[in-house]
């Protein structure tokens, strides 16, 4: 069996209605399947996601204002769906977030390498 592209579409349409809202956090552990939120997320910087489509992929861009959790070294980044279910977390080498720094979070799901 095959999925056509038309059902990664499909598919792709589907799984990116569901990313609605992001969050970042200061924790550090490995990720796992079987986290329900963010080890130390800091709530403030919960907000609406931008989505940008690629063929069978897509992309989540999470803003954090200058004015949003100031302080905090930022190294872990939830995407969530309405209800802020998480939906993955990623960890990534800490940003301190100072006064004037504004951070994007950009993360890409892919359907198919090919």
Not at 44 to 67: D, K, M, P
Not at 68 to 93: H, K, L, P, Y
Request: aromatic letters at 6%.
């Amino acid at each position: 069996m095959a999925i056509v592209n038309q059902g990664l579409t499909i598919f792709r349409d589907a799984c990116k209605a569901e990313c609605v809202n992001g969050e970042a956090g200061t924790g550090t552990g490995t990720p796992s399947s079987t986290q329900t939120g963010l080890e130390a997320g800091v709530s403030a910087t919960n907000a609406a996601l931008s989505i940008t489509n690629g063929t069978y992929a897509w992309q989540t861009s999470h803003f954090v204002a200058s004015t949003t959790g100031t302080g905090n070294t930022f190294a872990e980044w939830s995407v969530e769906d309405a209800s802020n279910t998480m939906i993955s977390r990623a960890v990534t080498a800490g940003v301190t977030h100072g006064e004037t720094d504004e951070i994007t979070k950009v993360t890409t799901f892919n359907l198919v390498d090919r």
